[in-house]
């Protein structure tokens, strides 16, 4: 099983930038999908992207396509988010989790379990 600890939140103002790393533990991370979510207050916890085990395929959320980007360093056992042109309304606690399948990673919630999570908030 793998584990995923969230970092790289903060405050920044609307137009602005930040990366969030994943950092995994566990020997088989590199044959894992990895995809980030988040949860905004009051909201449920949704998709954001997604990266397949070997780089080569990803997917978004329309709501962040076009201006995040997921990349993934297999011989660091990391995943990143890239956040560009953030909006007030990303402002949420964002997740990253790991599954052998695609499509749970793509279309479901179902981990097992979820970690701490980094805060993003965009100002307007």
């Known amino acids: 099983q793998v584990q995923m600890v969230e970092s790289g939140g903060g405050l920044v103002q609307a137009g602005g930038s930040l990366r969030l790393s994943c950092a995994a533990s566990g020997r088989i991370f590199s044959v894992y999908a990895c995809g980030w979510f988040r949860q905004a207050p009051g909201k449920e916890r949704e998709f954001v992207a997604a990266?397949?085990?070997?780089?080569?395929?990803?997917h978004y959320s329309d709501s962040v396509k076009g201006r995040f980007a997921i990349s993934r360093d297999n011989t660091k056992n990391t995943v990143y988010l890239h956040m560009n042109s953030l909006k007030p309304e990303d402002t949420a606690v964002y997740y990253c989790?790991?599954?052998?399948?695609?499509?749970?990673?793509?279309?479901?919630?179902?981990?097992?379990?979820w970690g701490q999570g980094t805060q993003v908030t965009v100002s307007s």
């Open positions: 990266i397949h085990w070997n780089g080569r395929s990803t």
């Open positions: 989790n790991a599954d052998p399948s695609w499509v749970v990673v793509t279309t479901t919630l179902d981990f097992g379990s």
